[in-house]
């Protein structure tokens, strides 16, 4: 693995050039001083999953922070869930990840378990972040073009031994289309502008004028972020699933590849340890037998792929990029064990209908994730053979994960908006108005416990606790202990001990999820 310089050296702004701007903006002068909650969309009352009361407000921010004679300002669009009992101890911001993930519509399906590992005291409130759905969406294709170029240059690197090539051309191709689309505010929608509009959104509550937030994923770079910006304005911050935030901004991000292997066995391992669950189970075959059956029906297909129904190709980029989907959710194993078996016997209809139920969804931002990330991206390297070798590099460290960024970092190189504001400040030593929680799942396929650990190293008196679970965040295999955790600290500020571990109530493959822990915390209480 490649030792990198993790130091992210005060706030540098670049100069950027200002382009007349084709989207809506506001005089600065309408900047609301409090937020007015009212109705949210028919659409997004849809997406309510909790079935609880959500309330929608549009709130005016600068455009440009860095800029104070442009008065224009953007509408953050926010959904709040009010808590559920009293008395109320403020407002937590959450943000879900991506980068490029929406905020509105993930909090509308998904607050029961964030109003209950937060003891129902808290109003939960997200928004969508620059970049995405309607607040400087991301704009480099249309969707047909986009459904095109998609097809011609799949995310896997390792397709084809051309295919290093074909991506470092159509990297250029979709940065090229990007900045001919964005070029009058790809540079206003980085991380730093984001930390900005959380503050902007803390002012405008009025409440004690300190952040709570809950980041996920690239939620824990957004929240490392605000926190190194404004340490003493900082109440309780929970960052679950940590990204390096070192990693994401300095560097080629290998760590987030460290448990990825590991994490496709842990299906395997509970498919046999619940084999009555597993339609894969068969007879006396091993957890690394099935594993086995899977990589030598992935790399045959790789060379051998096959249509199914006349209109569907089984390949290695539709095979892998359903299991890196299935690996994130251990919830959802039951019916990957049942397509996998039936992909093995020549029957692909679960398969494909379940892929087609995880491509992005109708709220999603296509390319967000280049254009947030890359704006945030500083490396010296950007040359194409050096791009070349860091991804063959990766390809050592996993099987099942190692060839799925190639295109990104490659996209970076040829990125020409920088973030007009990019965090340069010391994240090595940062001192918060109070400590910061920071959880890793042991066998998180993409943030594992490692980065929690090495982020938590840069912030004084914070602590990681270790969820000793697979999937994507502790939320993924739901543990009551991780719960408590969340509540003794959000609602007492009490961190769990140095090097605490919470263990799942959810076995793999056991059909139970986040109802079970539900009844589990809430009889406890």
Not at 174 to 197: Q, V
Not at 246 to 265: M, P, Q, R, V
């Amino acid at each position: 693995m490649i030792a990198f310089s993790l130091s992210l050296p005060t706030l540098l702004v670049a100069a950027v050039a200002q382009a007349e701007l084709s989207f809506e903006t506001k005089p600065r002068k309408t900047l609301e001083k409090s937020i007015n909650w009212g109705q949210c969309s028919p659409e997004l009352e849809e997406s309510n999953g909790a079935n609880v009361t959500i309330q929608c407000a549009c709130l005016a921010v600068p455009l440009d922070y860095t800029n104070h004679s442009n008065k224009a300002t953007i509408d953050l669009e926010l959904l709040r869930v009010p808590a559920l009992r009293g008395p109320n101890k403020g407002s937590i911001l959450l943000n879900f990840g991506g980068p490029g993930g929406d905020g509105r519509h993930s909090l509308a399906n998904t607050s029961t378990q964030y109003s209950v590992a937060s003891n129902y005291v808290h109003d939960l409130i997200a928004f969508d972040p620059r970049g995405t759905v309607n607040t400087l969406r991301t704009s480099c294709m249309n969707n047909e073009e986009n459904s095109v170029f998609t097809a011609k240059y799949p995310m896997f690197s390792n397709v084809s031994d051309v295919q290093l090539s074909h991506h470092w051309v159509g990297s250029e191709i979709l940065a090229n289309a990007c900045y001919k689309n964005m070029s009058n505010f790809g540079h206003l929608i980085g991380t730093g502008t984001t930390a900005r509009d959380l503050m902007s959104v803390v002012d405008a509550l009025g409440e004690d004028g300190l952040l709570r937030f809950w980041g996920i994923s690239y939620g824990t770079v957004l929240g490392a972020t605000v926190a190194a910006m404004f340490p003493d304005r900082m109440d309780k911050l929970v960052l679950d699933a940590v990204v390096n935030a070192h990693e994401y901004y300095n560097g080629y991000e290998f760590e987030y590849l460290t448990k990825a292997d590991a994490a496709l066995s842990g299906f395997f391992e509970g498919c046999i340890g619940n084999a009555s669950n597993c339609a894969l189970a068969n007879g006396n075959a091993t957890a690394a037998q099935l594993e086995n059956q899977f990589y030598e029906y992935l790399w045959n297909i790789k060379v051998n792929p096959w249509l199914f129904n006349g209109n569907a190709s089984i390949d290695y980029v539709t095979l892998k990029d359903y299991m890196l989907e299935a690996i994130y959710a251990p919830e959802s194993w039951p019916a990957t064990a049942i397509a996998l078996d039936g992909l093995y016997k020549g029957n692909a209809t679960a398969l494909i209908k379940a892929s087609i139920g995880t491509s992005m969804s109708e709220e999603g931002t296509p390319n967000a994730m280049f254009a947030i990330r890359c704006s945030d991206k500083r490396v010296e390297e950007k040359s194409r053979n050096h791009l070349f070798q860091i991804s063959r590099e990766k390809y050592t460290l996993s099987n099942i994960a190692g060839d799925t960024d190639g295109f990104q970092e490659m996209a970076c190189a040829h990125w020409r908006m920088p973030s007009k504001e990019l965090y340069e400040g010391d994240l090595f030593h940062v001192t918060t108005k109070n400590p910061v929680l920071f959880i890793g799942n042991t066998y998180d396929p993409v943030t594992p416990v490692e980065s929690a650990r090495n982020m938590s190293a840069a912030f004084y008196g914070s602590v990681t606790l270790e969820h000793f679970g697979y999937g994507h965040s502790s939320f993924a295999q739901q543990s009551a202990c991780t719960f408590r955790a969340i509540r003794a600290y959000f609602n007492e500020g009490q961190l769990p001990p140095v090097n605490s571990t919470c263990i799942p109530d959810v076995t793999l493959f056991s059909g139970l999820g986040i109802d079970h822990v539900i009844a589990i915390v809430d009889k406890s209480e």
